[in-house]
């Protein structure tokens, strides 16, 4: 089984710029996550869909970020007019969507850098 | 609303002794679920073992097993008969429910030495 898929795997961007990060879940999974890492830090979710519907996204920092899952499968998370505070790690993760006590399947991330 | 603690920034242990690292969380909840995660130099994140707030038993997978101690809110994880490869980040993560995504805490380094 495939597990969930990331691209690109790492960006680096001008202030200013405009950035997308792509994710493929787990076939079958309904729930997906995206998380901020910024470094040495842990995960700080950002938004979370139950299939194409946002379930929360008061985390997303600003306007400038955005997050869609049209199909309720692949998801895009974009940033536009980047700024050097968000120089980070952005993990996708899904989970089946059935129960509290389920975990998350993570992806191997897109490490962002902001000059 | 949910909060995770992590205070031990690193440790450094030697292989095949026994390392434990402490978390605490804040809760309104009854009922909520505490995970462990591990987080490779490469980046990637591998969840190890989950306790469930009503079950009394510390849980257990190969060698690692948790402190669970509800009345003071912690739950600790113990790596029994370290290896190199357990050298990573781990992280402490809870979820009240099913509505919510998992919180983590700042995580601890743990570096085994030979």
């Known amino acids: 089984e495939a597990g969930v898929t990331q691209s690109p795997r790492y960006a680096v961007l001008q202030e200013g710029q405009a950035v997308s990060f792509w994710c493929d879940p787990i076939?079958?999974?309904?729930?997906l996550y995206w998380y901020q890492q910024p470094r040495d830090q842990g995960p700080q979710l950002l938004v979370y869909?139950?299939?194409?519907?946002?379930?929360?996204n008061s985390q997303l920092p600003s306007d400038r970020f955005s997050a869609v899952r049209p199909k309720g499968t692949n998801s895009t998370l974009k940033i536009q007019s980047a700024k050097q505070g968000d120089t980070a790690t952005y993990l996708c993760a899904s989970s089946p969507g059935t129960t509290s006590a389920e975990t998350l399947y993570f992806g191997s991330g897109t490490r962002l850098t902001v000059l | 609303a949910q909060k995770v603690t992590q205070t031990q920034t690193s440790i450094s242990v030697m292989e095949k002794t026994t390392v434990t690292m402490d978390c605490v969380y804040e809760t309104q909840d009854s009922s909520y679920f505490l995970f462990w995660y591990k987080q490779t130099a490469s980046g990637e994140i591998v969840f190890l073992i989950r306790q469930d707030s009503y079950k009394k038993e510390n849980a257990t997978v190969g060698h690692y097993s948790l402190n669970f101690q509800k009345p003071k809110s912690s739950i600790g994880l113990i790596i029994t008969a370290t290896q190199i490869e357990d050298s990573a980040v781990y992280f402490c993560?809870?979820?009240?429910?099913?509505?919510?995504?998992?919180?983590f805490g700042l995580g601890t380094r743990v570096s085994v030495f030979p």
């Open positions: 869909f139950r299939d194409e519907a946002v379930i929360d």
């Open positions: 993560a809870m979820r009240e429910n099913y509505a919510q995504g998992l919180t």
């Open positions: 076939s079958g999974h309904d729930t």
